[in-house]
């Protein structure tokens, strides 16, 4: 089981923090070829990019590309696409077309190489209302979309709204991310950046508010945030042990033909049973 908590993004262009990427402990990697690189950057970004990858082969990469309405979209699928890269983060994702024509020319680039067909994933960066709207839509619009991901700080541009550190102006857009994924039946999704890479206590509050809304892990910017958000993301000591006696228990009951328990005075059924199998998977990638 790999974890996805944790996904920083590091700047395409900035050689020492290629570099650095490597020993980080976030679980994903997000090199970033779009907002983090100046226009007179771009290919020199990708070269470095895909040289970065190519000596960083332990860890999970994705490569957020530029959006496929500019120039630079095509070399970047094309001079990435099968060479040990995970996935990429799609900017700007609005529309099932979109991911639909995304998919297509990822296809075409696998077969040239010879690599697997859909072996590349897409996530989604939902970041207006369009994409929202018609996040359900985008969700399931190809079977390389394993998850979502948020991007509150274009979001609340596009619809006029002012982003605090209380996330008020978010929860709707948050709730209907995690709410559309469950119906596509894909893994939950991936929550925004918090900005202020000083405020540790607001990281915290805004990370614990994104598990309890649904989503799976989160984007960071700085690696000062990978820990505070691998922490939220991981069970505790007593959730672990918890679920390891719910898991048990429930299997000796169902080989009795029970499917509805009591452990600790909690009632278990089938949905309680597998939210703390998945626990359990968690904690054995964790090592717990």
């Known amino acids: ?10 700047p395409g262009n900035n050689e020492r923090r290629l570099e650095k ?5 976030a679980d994903v990697i997000i090199y970033d070829l779009e907002d983090a690189v100046a226009l007179s950057e771009k290919d020199k970004a990708r070269e470095m990019v895909r040289q970065a990858i190519g000596n960083n082969s332990e860890k999970i990469h994705f490569v957020r590309i530029n959006d496929p309405s500019t120039a630079y979209f095509f070399d970047d699928v094309n001079e990435l696409a099968g060479h040990g890269l995970t996935g990429i983060v799609l900017p700007k994702a609005a529309k099932r077309e979109q991911i639909l024509f995304v998919d297509h020319l990822l296809s075409q680039m696998e077969e040239k190489r010879n690599t697997n067909i859909g072996s590349i994933e897409i996530v989604p960066l939902i970041e207006s209302a369009a994409g929202l709207y018609n996040a359900f839509e985008i969700a399931g619009a190809s079977e390389r979309i394993k998850r979502l991901a948020f991007g509150a700080v274009d979001f609340t541009l596009d619809i006029n709204a002012q982003l605090t550190k209380e996330g008020t102006e978010l929860l709707f ?6 709410i559309a994924s469950r119906a596509a039946g894909i893994e939950p999704p991936i929550d925004t950046v918090f900005v202020d890479i000083k405020d540790r206590e607001g990281l915290l509050r805004d990370t614990r508010l994104a598990k309890q809304l649904g989503f799976q892990g989160k984007l960071v910017v700085h690696p000062d945030q990978i820990e505070v958000v691998n922490q ?10 918890e679920a390891k006696v719910i898991t048990a228990a429930f299997d000796e009951a169902l080989s009795s033909g029970v499917a509805a328990i009591q452990v600790n005075g909690k009632l278990v059924d089938y949905p309680v049973a597998a939210r703390a199998k998945k626990i359990v998977d968690q904690a054995k990638a964790l090592g717990k």
């Open 1 to 10: 089981m790999s974890l996805f908590r944790s996904w920083i993004f590091v």
């Open 232 to 241: 939220v993301f991981a069970p505790t000591a007593e959730e672990i042990e």
């Open 21 to 25: 990427a490597k020993d980080l402990q």
């Open 173 to 178: 857009a948050r709730s209907q991310l995690v």
